[in-house]
C-alpha cells in the first residue's frame, strides 16, 4: 500500500504563487521512479480535471489551461511530488489531489492506484 499526503495548499490573491508538494510513504520494495505521478483538482460543483502529470522519464505533460504557469516536478530520491503553481487565476480555485500509476501516465483519475485526501487551494481576485 502507498500513502500519499498533499501539503502547500493556500488562500493566495490573483497573481499570486503557491507550491504543492507529495510525500509517498511506502512499503518495502516500492520502486517510486517506476509510478507515473499526478495532480487532479476538483473545484465545488465542477467535474475532477487532470492538471499535470510526470511520467518515470520525467516527462511532464499539462491541461492547456495550466500551460506556462504551472510546473510538475518529482524527486525520487525523496518520494516526493511538487506543483508550482505561478500566476494563479481564481479559476484554479480548487481542491488539489495527487496520485499515482505504476508505469505508463493516464488522463484519467480511475487509472491510477492511490491518491491523497488532497489540500485546498483559493484564489481571490
Known amino acids: 500500500q502507498v500513502q500519499l499526503v498533499e501539503s502547500g495548499g493556500d488562500s493566495v490573491q490573483a497573481g499570486g504563487s503557491v507550491r504543492l508538494s507529495c510525500v509517498a510513504s511506502?512499503?518495502?520494495?516500492?520502486?517510486?521512479?517506476?509510478?507515473?505521478m499526478a495532480w487532479f483538482r476538483q473545484a465545488p460543483g465542477k467535474e475532477r480535471e487532470k492538471v499535470a502529470r510526470?511520467?518515470?522519464?520525467?516527462?511532464?505533460m499539462y491541461t492547456d489551461a495550466v500551460k506556462g504557469r504551472f510546473t510538475i516536478s518529482r524527486d525520487n530520491t525523496k518520494n516526493t511530488l511538487y506543483l508550482q503553481m505561478n500566476s494563479l487565476e481564481p479559476e484554479d480555485t480548487a481542491m488539489y489531489y495527487c496520485l499515482s500509476k505504476y508505469g505508463l501516465c493516464s488522463d484519467y483519475w480511475d487509472s491510477y492506484n492511490f491518491w491523497g485526501q488532497g489540500t485546498q487551494v483559493t484564489v481571490s481576485s
Open positions: 510526470i511520467g518515470t522519464d520525467n516527462t511532464p
Open positions: 511506502t512499503y518495502s520494495g516500492f520502486i517510486y521512479s517506476s509510478y507515473c
